[in-house]
């Protein structure tokens, strides 16, 4: 079983390489931010208290996002695996996951860490935002560059964090996600083995 957690801003290709592995390992993609999103839609309990911490970037109460990674975790447990994604995000979210993994004894394999010059992806959320100006607008209320650019200063707070917290660990690995998707993908399947 492969368990992996992937970090990095929003715009680093997280998404598109995490669609890659479940296509091609039948990994399970547990992303926090598609929970959450859902839960929203579906005007649910926990998706009215989430609504306004998502609509401007911040971040949801851990004990929220606590519940629904474990509720995740519970469904990954018949799969090949899983891909957690935009989780954790605080060393509270980091120390209740390495909790509950050790109770289950299934730790973590790896944490990649999507590693990207912060220029570049201001010139990324750019265009990100410009490409969702001229569409009919957004099915994400939270992309628009000032959100953006709030997300991207919440991830710089994270990974402050949760750098170290892994490395202690040995467990992060950086890839460098200035490369294009395929030489990421590659990067990605040499660090995880086949
Ligand atoms: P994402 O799709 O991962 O960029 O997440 C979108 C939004 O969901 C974030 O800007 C936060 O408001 C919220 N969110 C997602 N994951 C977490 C998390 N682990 N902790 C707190 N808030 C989160």
Redesign the pocket.
Known sequence: MTRLVFIGP?GAGKGTQAERLIRERGLLHI????L?RDAIKAQSALGVQAKA??DS????P?EV?IGLVEEGLEIAAGRAGYIL??????VA?ASALEAYLAEKNLPLDHVILFDIPLELLEARIKTRAERLREAEGSSRS?DNADVLRR?VG?FIRATVQLGPFYEQRRLLRRIDARQDVEAVAAAIASTIGA
């Open positions: 929003p992303s926090t931010g598609d959450l911490a998502v970037g911040g971040l949801v851990d996002v994604d935009g989780f954790p995000r605080t979210q939270d997300r919440e």
